[in-house]
Each structure stands twice: as C-alpha cells, then as structure tokens.
C-alpha cells in the first residue's frame, strides 16, 4: 500500500492553464504538506494543513490554492500557470503539526509548463 | 530566516568506501531530518534526530543542537546509496512544523 500517493506523476502543459495536483496520505496522519522542488533540487515548503485547516502560507502566489476537503486529502489547484512553475511538486505528511515528527513524502508530481 | 549549509556539495566514492555528510545550521531547531532522494527522486525519511546518535544499519547519524550541526555517516558505501542525500531543520521559533532543507549533497557511488 502507498502511504502517500500523488496524481498525476508528469504533468505537461501550456502556459496560462490552470491544473490540479492530488495527494492522498492514508497514514491516519493530520498534518500535510506542499513542497515545490526547483531545477536546483531545492526543496522549499508552500503549505501545510491540519486538520483540513490551513497554518502555514509559505509567501506563495495566490494563484496556487490548496485545498483540503478531509485530512486525508490536500490538492493544489494552479491558475494561469507560468514558466517558472516548472518543478516537483511533492506531497507529504506527519502525525502531528506541532513538534517532533517525521514526515512521509509521496513520489511527486513533474511539471512542466511550455 | 534560518540558514541551512551542507557539504560537501559533491561526493564520488568508490564502492566500499565510508563517508561523512554535514549539516550546518543557524539557529537552535525543534526537529532535524535526514532524507536520501533517490535517482527516481523519491524521497525516504532516513533520520528523525534533533540530538544524539542514532544508527540504522550502514547509516548512522549525530547532531549536536548546542553546536548547531548535524553529521551522516555512510559506511561501507554502496551503488544503491547513490542520489541526494538533504537535512531538514525545524527551527524553534515557529509554532509549527516549518521545515528548511538544505541544498543536499549529491553522492554517486561507482562500482
């Protein structure tokens, strides 16, 4: 069984479009998280719920929302996408949204916008 | 915010051979994470170790918080640990679970 699962796995795509990324943990975790993962390999977080509530807002345009419709679900719808969206989206989750936890991430999301 | 530096950038080892990774922090954390990504680009959890030693067959990893740094010790390398290997700190300040990752140290390990 996949812990954390992310759909689809490529996405390509022409600017301006609008696109969703869906991730699925089913680790019982409450806690979930977005990571964009540049062409560096750098790793930065954008969101992260809990609970089906948002907490942190990592200074990201808001032309991505996030949306948690129960804790086990977080997708992230993009609008009038951009070149330099183009990266790794990973998916992750923990137990618990304060304090020492491991987190799980999901195999991530590739897009690519043309 | 918090800055996070790991070294060696780069690492060839032949197959075998032991390693040490590093990870340099700015600021006293609450949590600190050892992950390797593969060359597929999955990312596994390797380590929760915010102080102390921990060790998990050929890997093994220490941080001292009070000194703010963070080692990954590779033993007896092999092919399948090829692939970034990233530290991630949560810093104290935050109420939540905010992670920084590092820049990774990309380790390739030849037969």
């Known amino acids: 069984d996949t812990a954390v699962s992310q759909t689809p796995k490529y996405l390509v795509t022409q600017m301006g479009n609008d696109k969703s990324i869906k991730c699925e943990q089913n680790?019982?975790?409450?806690?979930m998280y977005w990571y964009k993962q540049d062409s560096k390999k750098f790793l930065k977080i954008m969101f992260s719920?809990?609970?089906?509530?948002?907490?942190i807002n990592e200074t990201v345009p808001n032309r991505f929302s996030p949306k948690s419709p129960d804790k086990a679900h977080l997708n992230l719808h993009i609008n009038s996408l951009e070149l330099g969206d183009s990266a790794v989206y990973f998916c992750?989750?923990?137990?618990?949204?304060?304090?020492?936890?491991?987190?799980?991430f999901g195999p991530g999301t590739r897009l690519t916008v043309l | 915010g918090i800055q996070v530096e790991q070294s060696p950038p780069d690492l060839i080892l032949q197959e075998g051979a032991n390693s040490t990774l590093r990870c340099n922090f700015s600021?006293?954390?609450?949590?600190l994470q050892w992950f390797h990504q593969n060359p597929w680009g999955q990312l596994i959890n390797l380590f929760y170790?915010?102080?102390g030693t921990k060790q998990n067959g050929r890997l093994s990893a220490t941080t001292v918080a009070t000194e703010r740094y963070s080692l990954l010790y590779i033993s007896s390398s092999q092919t399948t640990d090829s692939g970034v290997y990233f530290c991630?700190?949560?810093?104290?300040?935050?109420?939540?679970?905010?992670?920084?990752f590092g820049s990774g140290t990309k380790l390739n390990v030849k037969p």
């Open positions: 600021d006293s954390v609450n949590n």
């Open positions: 992750a989750s923990s137990q618990e949204a304060v304090g020492t936890d491991t987190q799980y």
């Open positions: 680790l019982g975790h409450d806690t």
């Open positions: 719920y809990n609970n089906k509530e948002l907490i």
């Open positions: 170790i915010p102080s």
């Open positions: 991630a700190v949560d810093p104290l300040i935050y109420n939540f679970n905010k992670f920084y």
